[in-house]
Nanobody, 123 residues
């Protein structure tokens, strides 16, 4: 059974850091790109970052320089290190898998999705 399970969310003060994890199972994760998305209330789902099956990495402008994506295929886990968090980063964060390539962070290109983890940035 295909599963993506996010963890690491929580409440953090502005300027703080969190590391999200996405644990994958039930498919050959080495052949998939893993992307991170977020959705705030009343807003569309937004693609943030992706790491392709070949290790290519992409970031959207709003997180470039603050977020870092990495993957450990042996652990079947992808991480998103988030630094200098801002209140506007508050959202539910999802990881998702697409075969081989990041697909321009277009959510419709992703086959499998996790249930999400809440990130709240507030003082």
């Amino acid at each position: 059974q295909v599963q993506l399970v996010e963890s690491g969310g929580g409440l953090v003060q502005p300027g703080g850091s969190l590391r999200l994890s996405c644990a994958a199972s039930g498919f050959t994760v080495e052949r998939y790109a893993i992307g991170w998305f977020r959705q705030a209330p009343g807003k569309e789902r937004e693609g943030l970052s992706c790491i392709g099956a070949r290790g290519d990495i992409y970031y959207t402008d709003s997180v470039k320089g603050r977020f870092t994506i990495s993957r450990d295929n042996a652990k079947k886990t992808v991480y998103l290190q988030m630094n200098n968090l801002k209140p506007e980063d508050t959202a539910v964060y999802y990881c998702a898998a697409a075969f081989l390539s990041c697909g321009g962070l277009n959510p419709s290109r992703y086959n499998y999705w996790g249930q999400g983890t809440q990130v709240t940035v507030s003082s």
